[in-house]
């Protein structure tokens, strides 16, 4: 038996790919800021910066690897961040776990063969 699989693009990958662009821009236009920023310059970045992580933040996660890269902006690596629901994060990660075993089952139930010696 042959399959074929087509890759479909996710309906967020665009939205998604814009709002890291746009960490990536605020977090360079902090960092750009130079050794005489004034406060106020200093406290614009830092707005523009917790701005654009809230929206990756809100945004729904498509898979595993998104719900890593809010935790990793989310600071868990070295320094937590405050203004993040880091918990929400996770039970959205488990959700995604939780939603591939099930598949993963569902498969296996209609293919037995096909995950052999894969343990669900």
């Known amino acids: 038996m042959s399959w074929i ?3 479909q693009p996710h309906p967020l990958d ?3 790919s814009q709002a890291l662009d746009a960490v990536q821009n605020a977090q360079t236009a902090m960092d750009d800021l130079g050794a005489d920023f004034t406060d106020e310059e200093l406290a614009e970045a830092g707005d523009a910066v917790t701005a654009v992580l809230n929206v990756v933040w809100a945004l729904p996660a498509r898979n595993l690897s998104d719900s890593l890269i809010k935790l990793s902006l989310a600071g868990v690596e070295d320094s937590p961040r405050t203004d993040c629901d880091i918990g929400a994060i996770l039970i959205e990660a488990i959700g995604l776990l939780d939603a ?16 052999e010696g894969v343990i669900l």
């Not at 591939?100 to 995950?115: F, N, T």
């Open 14 to 16: 665009g939205v998604w």
């Open 5 to 7: 699989t087509f890759k």
């Open 100 to 115: 591939s075993v099930a598949r993963g089952e569902k498969l296996r139930g209609i293919m037995p063969d096909l995950l």
